[in-house]
């Protein structure tokens, strides 16, 4: 369903920029009749809210001379804010402007940069733009390399500005400094190992020792009782000539009652 | 004086140790796949009729043998024939080799642990590259998680030929595994007992098989803690119990699993959906929060339609992102443990809490598992008069986790999860099943039916239902020659042994062949254990026979 152009829904369609700044003024209004003509305004119409949705086509000869110190930024409001998110309008983008000179007036040599001096272009609705930095005096492009150290310098200032961060506000061939994860001086883990490992090793240590402990005491007893029962067997063999394997306990076959009466004499 | 044999305090104590050894790491890994791999709840059906016809009555017989000779499984085999103590041989080289593999899992299972105690899960981000200006490049190709497990925890080398060294984290962690298995076994068995797609023939064979080696047949641990009960105890009704409860076990973490995996691919899935709409929000400019996921379809169809050239340059990087396929995506073993559930993990709430517990709970079947494992090695020791006269129990304990250990080590090489896939493999699954058939043979044929049948009644009180004898006399063998000559065909047929080795470049697995060193190890592995057999039935008619050469002269 073809609906034609609402321009109050947000959607802006900007005059692109021509580097050199005596053809801008010309142009500006010539090229916005070449833009509506080339634009294809194709429109869906979804259930109850009519969303309109813009593509507009950007002709890639308007850009010329310049371009490769042009940034393409893109935004996404609507992902950070949800809600509160707020309309991109030209105040916005005046507030953007505002801080890119901002931002260059921190390089040496560019203090004199002016509001006016960056211009923005190929507004869409993503939102996304391209953007360039100008020096009147000399007229020509501030350098892509100098406009990128400003920005990377400045990057958390912008940010904050628009109360995005920067996966939200992307400028395409600027990669943003990552802030590393917090690195403790001693790994976390290696406490908790310690503390372990400490913890299994008295254990460990205690239980050896009353293991020894207790055997000398179990081999101290029974000892004396043992001599007097080896005397006693050996008398018997010897005076009865009766063998005394039944009385082995190799055999595994172990009078329980008896063994269990003497389990609980040991600890005594 | 001879010392009496030390005892459980309570029938209760063997219970519990009977099945914190057989509920295991296995039940949480390896069933959970197999129900995906076999149809779902149709795979009970294949299990449960194996659980009956094999599992039960295995189990029923390796309790009864410990209880009625009262020894460790050397010892034990022994008293049935001098000839077939080489089956007790066979079952402590494999609950050696098991030991010395199994703990590195506990070990893992540690380093994670200790892990978890950290803002944010250090799984669930991935570390910046040199010059911080984007994730570590392996990290990006694979996951975060995947990462984590195979750079950070394994330090994994791209081959098995390629040895690298110990690394000392995961060796520090497995030192300390085993201090904590030497602390729970110093004390003997009073420690040790705590408060455990029906036509398809792979089904059948993959029930029978997890019956087997989930239940811990044909390792000497439940020989050696039956040989500690009383002689009176109700051995039948201890089977029944720990094998349905290792059964119900299984199926219950089953279920959990499945639904971690439901969670997993939703999540998954809605971010693969976020990817696409990005990738198609900034190529065609469109905007921000209009391509939502009811609408994606209908969208693209229009993009491709109008602008086709351009449609048609981002078009191989336009996943399909299918919720279907996402669950489709069976993992068993360490990959499911550490890469599946953490990745899950990372993504709920309060996440430190439910990775330390799950964790947790991982150490707790390992170390339960360990504790049966070494059981089944000390207690075949301890027995032996040799050994035991010339040094104190502690002291072997301690010999045989220092030799595990310092063995051990190995799979803390950079290479070492290859060789850990080598003995998780190939260490326990033949040998198992020929141990448990020569037991059941053994038992029945050379010790005789009857006489064991009248020994057991003697024992304890009751007499053995007609159903033990049926399946300890004929079903199960056949069963377990029938699973041994499958697995063997498989074996061969399948030519040359392939392993799958983590490519750091491509950040994913690929499958490469096993040199050929790495193929006589495993050729050592499964000969070692099974050859004992027939080496140690040899050893004894020669012994006998220059005894008896010895002893005719004289008279």
């Known amino acids: 369903m073809m609906v034609p152009l609402h321009s109050s829904v947000g959607v802006r369609a900007r005059s692109c920029l021509h580097k050199n700044k005596n053809k801008q003024q010309q142009n500006t209004s010539s090229t916005k ?41 893109r935004l996404s409001i609507r992902t950070a804010l949800g809600d509160k998110a707020y309309a991109w309008d030209t105040n916005e983008e005046y507030l953007f402007k505002a801080m890119v000179a901002f931002s260059m007036r921190k390089v040496p040599n560019r203090e004199a940069t002016e509001i006016s001096h960056v211009l923005l272009c190929n507004v869409t609705q993503r939102v996304s733009f391209w953007f360039v930095v100008t ?55 290696i406490i908790i190992f310690g503390v372990i490992f400490c913890i299994v090793i008295v254990a460990i240590t205690l239980l050896i020792l009353s293991g020894i402990r207790q055997r000398r005491r179990k081999n101290k007893e029974p000892s004396e009782v043992d001599d007097a029962e080896d005397k006693c ?5 010897i005076e009865n000539g009766i063998p005394c394997d039944p009385l082995d306990m190799k055999g595994g076959h172990i009078n329980d009652a008896f063994m269990t009466e003497d389990e609980r004499l040991t600890p005594l | 004086m001879e010392k009496a044999r030390p005892l459980w305090a309570n029938p209760l104590q063997f219970v519990f140790a009977c099945i914190s050894y057989a509920v295991g790491l296995g039940n949480v890994w390896r069933f959970p796949y197999l129900c995906q791999m076999y149809g779902g709840g149709s795979f009970l059906v294949p ?105 950070k925890t394994l330090n994994i080398s791209p081959s098995i030929q ?80 720990v094998s349905l409860i290792n059964s119900s076990t299984s199926i219950f973490a089953s279920i959990v699993t499945f639904s971690i995996y439901g969670f997993k691919a939703t999540f998954n899935y809605e971010n693969c959906l976020r990817k696409v709409s990005l990738l198609l929000t900034n190529t065609f400019d469109l905007e921000d929060g209009f391509l939502t996921a009811s609408n994606l ?22 996943k399909n992102c299918s919720l279907e396929s996402e669950l489709d995506t069976a993992v068993q073993g360490t990959g499911l443990a550490f890469i599946v559930y953490t990745e899950a993990i990372k993504n709920m709430e309060v996440s430190q809490l439910w990775s330390v517990l799950y964790f947790f709970m991982l150490l707790m079947l390992g170390i339960g598992s360990m504790l049966g494992n070494t ?92 159903y033990w004898k049926v399946m300890w006399a004929g079903v199960s063998p056949l069963l377990i020659v029938g699973l041994f000559i499958f697995y063997l065909s498989d074996y061969i047929l399948t030519g040359t042994l392939k392993y799958q080795a983590w490519e750091a470049s491509q950040g994913q697995l690929v499958t490469k062949d096993y040199p050929a060193y790495a193929l006589a190890a495993i050729g050592l592995l499964v000969a070692s254990s099974t050859m004992c057999i027939p080496l140690v039935a040899l050893g004894t008619f020669v012994l006998r026979r220059l005894r008896r050469g010895d002893a005719a002269p004289v008279a």
Request: hydrophobic share 45%.
């Open chain 1, 33 to 73: 009749m070449t833009k509506l003509h080339n634009s294809m305004i194709p429109v869906l119409l979804l259930r109850n809210n009519i969303h309109v949705f813009t593509y507009i086509h950007r002709k890639e000869n308007t850009r010329q001379k310049g371009a490769e110190n042009a940034f393409k930024v």
């Open chain 2, 162 to 241: 390629e040895n690298g060294n110990v690394q000392w984290e995961p060796a520090l962690c497995l030192l300390l595994a085993w201090l904590v298995v030497y602390l729970c076994i110093l004390r003997g068995t009073e420690s040790t007992g705590k408060m455990e797609q029906l036509a398809n023939p792979k089904a059948w064979i993959n029930g029978a098989t997890q019956i087997f080696f989930s239940l811990g047949l044909g390792f000497g641990s439940l020989i050696a803690f039956a040989s500690y009960n009383e002689p009176s105890s109700n051995c039948q009704k201890h089977a029944i119990i």
């Open chain 2, 297 to 318: 379809e209908q969208v693209k169809g229009y993009l491709a339609s109008a602008y086709p050239s351009k449609y048609s340059e981002v078009f191989p990087h336009i």
């Open chain 1, 135 to 189: 020096d009147p005096s000399k007229n020509h492009t501030l350098p892509a390399v100098e406009v990128q150290l400003a920005i990377r310098m400045n990057r958390n200032r912008i940010n904050n500005a628009f109360s995005l961060n920067d996966q939200t506000l992307e400028f395409l061939k600027i990669p943003s400094t990552l802030a590393p994860p917090t690195d403790p001086s001693v790994p976390i883990w």
């Open chain 2, 47 to 151: 299990y449960i009729i194996m659980l009956i016809v094999e599992g039960m009555p295995l189990l029923y017989l390796e309790l009864a043998v410990g209880q009625r000779m009262r020894q460790g499984s050397i010892g034990a085999f022994r008293t049935i024939s001098p000839y077939l103590s080489g089956v007790g041989v066979a079952s402590v080289v494999v609950s050696f080799f098991l030991a010395m593999y199994y703990n590195v899992i506990n070990a893992w299972a540690f380093w994670y642990l200790f892990h978890s105690f950290q803002d944010p899960l250090p799984w669930s981000v991935c570390p910046l590259n040199g010059n911080r200006t984007g994730y570590d490049e392996e990290c990006e190709k694979a996951s975060s998680t995947q990462y984590f497990w195979y750079r």
């Open chain 2, 375 to 466: 059981a089944a090695i000390l207690t075949p020791l301890t027995d032996s008069k040799i050994i035991s006269s010339h040094l104190p129990k502690e002291a072997i304990s301690g010999l045989v986790c220092l030799v595990s250990c310092a063995i051990g080590m190995v799979f803390t090489t950079e290479a070492g999860n290859y060789w850990f896939d080598i003995f998780n493999d190939y260490a326990a699954t033949l040998s198992l099943l020929l141990i448990v058939l020569v037991e059941t043979i053994a038992v029945c044929y050379v010790y005789g039916l009857r006489r064991f049948e009248s020994d057991l009644k003697a024992m304890t009180g009751q007499a053995v239902s007609w």
């Open chain 1, 233 to 237: 067997e050996n008398m018997i063999t």
